[in-house]
């Protein structure tokens, strides 16, 4: 996280939230702001709930079940968009690409972060089970490849070879209001 910027007043969405740690996170950064967390499991969506119940209560964070290739969302509506540990289990990585693009403001960021990459210090060891529940590797080429065919700017990727993860951020064109 520490290669994106995070305003008080930002309005975040976190993608596969998971257990809710995240939100968490980025509600106590963006203390003026609104954090949404989706995922598409109900045990994930439960526990981020009741890790996040007095930030719900209080009307700073919403969690809800949604899919990344259908987000529940108007147009053009976060400035910072999560997605920690999940792209690959996405059904269709550059459609899914796109309708996260669909929701972030002009300007806005999605960072991408993984521990399981090819290429990866975990690679050897990861490969034989992420084949097993039927998920996408990407390298760090193929991740330059996603992001630019969704139509993201500004792609940085960073490794932390030490630790074995990888982060990649990308956004949404200053002058792009919509898709089309």
């Known amino acids: 996280m520490k290669h994106i910027v995070i305003g008080k007043d930002f309005t975040i969405l976190d993608i596969g939230c998971g257990g809710g740690r995240t939100i968490q996170k980025m509600a106590t950064i963006a203390t003026a702001g609104h954090v949404h967390g989706v995922d598409y499991a109900a045990g994930s969506l439960a526990a981020a ?5 007095d930030l719900i209560r ?3 964070v919403e969690i809800e079940r949604a ?10 509506k976060f400035d910072l968009v999560t997605a920690i540990e999940t792209q690959y289990y996405w059904p269709d990585m550059v459609n899914d690409m ?4 669909r929701v972030l403001k002009p300007g806005g960021t999605l960072i991408i972060i993984a521990e399981s990459f090819k290429g990866g ?3 050897a060891l990861q490969q034989p089970v992420m084949k097993l529940l039927r998920t ?3 390298s760090v080429d193929d991740q330059k490849e ?4 969704a139509g993201y700017d500004n792609v940085q990727i960073f490794q932390e070879p030490n630790k074995g993860w990888i982060s990649v951020t990308g956004q949404k064109r200053e002058d792009r209001i919509s898709q089309d």
Do not use: H
């Open 136 to 138: 996408t590797q990407l």
């Open 98 to 101: 796109r309708e996260i693009l």
């Open 146 to 149: 996603l992001f630019a065919k």
């Open 121 to 123: 210090k975990y690679d």
């Open 58 to 60: 209080t009307g700073r």
């Open 49 to 53: 709930r009741g890790q996040n119940a």
């Open 67 to 76: 899919s990344v290739s259908q987000l529940p969302f108007p147009d053009n």
